[in-house]
Nanobody, 122 residues
């Protein structure tokens, strides 16, 4: 079992920055690929970024490439999402996800957090 708790969401103006954190507990953190997804009202959950167990293979959705950075600290059992140059279209609930195997941008992660709201005002 893996438990995930996101934090760091909030209200920010367009062009601003936020850093999301995801604290993991349960089995050995370094054994899971981690990802961030988001879901806006009335829309399907969409992939944002993912990172391999070692942190050596970050992968991003085209919509956030160059603006968002995913990272992880296995010693602290945490994964982060640094979001810069935020746009109103980035407004969504952001979810942290974990899976033992690499599944990339697919939604079929085994474990999910409860989400944290990010609102970007224009």
């Amino acid at each position: 079992q893996v438990q995930l708790v996101e934090s760091g969401g909030g209200l920010v103006q367009a062009g601003g920055s936020l850093r999301l954190s995801c604290a993991a507990s349960g089995r050995t953190f370094g054994s899971d690929a981690m990802a961030w997804f988001r879901q806006a009202p009335g829309k399907e959950r969409e992939f944002v970024a993912t990172i391999s167990r070692s942190g050596a293979r970050p992968y991003y959705a085209d919509s956030v490439k160059g603006r968002f950075t995913i990272s992880r600290d296995n010693a602290k059992n945490a994964v982060y999402l640094q979001m810069n140059t935020l746009k109103p279209d980035d407004t969504a609930v952001y979810y942290c996800a974990a899976n033992r195997l690499w599944v990339g941008s697919e939604v079929r992660y085994e474990y999910w957090g409860q989400g944290t709201q990010v609102t970007v005002s224009s």
